[in-house]
């Protein structure tokens, strides 16, 4: 099993692989919060004054944005 804080957490690595699927870990590997679907990044909070008769118009939009920040690029350099 993997951790949830492992910075190659979706990141699997076999460099002789024909097939894209094996560059990922596979599901049954993932920490068990990742694999129930958890995202801390999906939590908000919206709370107002208990009391206020006060109202307030907002939209909520969700995206999914993909995190390159701590993509690497895996090369094979062969020599002479």
Sequence with gaps: KMS???PNLFGGYKPY????????????ELPPLVHSGF?????????????????SEFEITY???????????RTTHYGN
């Design 63 to 73: 995206v999914r944005n993909m995190d390159v920040t701590h993509a690497t690029r």
């Design 4 to 6: 949830g804080h492992d």
């Design 39 to 55: 995202n801390p990044s999906f939590i908000g909070t919206v709370s107002h004054e208990k009391g206020s008769g006060d109202t």
């Design 17 to 28: 692989s024909q097939n894209p699927r094996d560059y990922f870990v596979p599901d049954n």
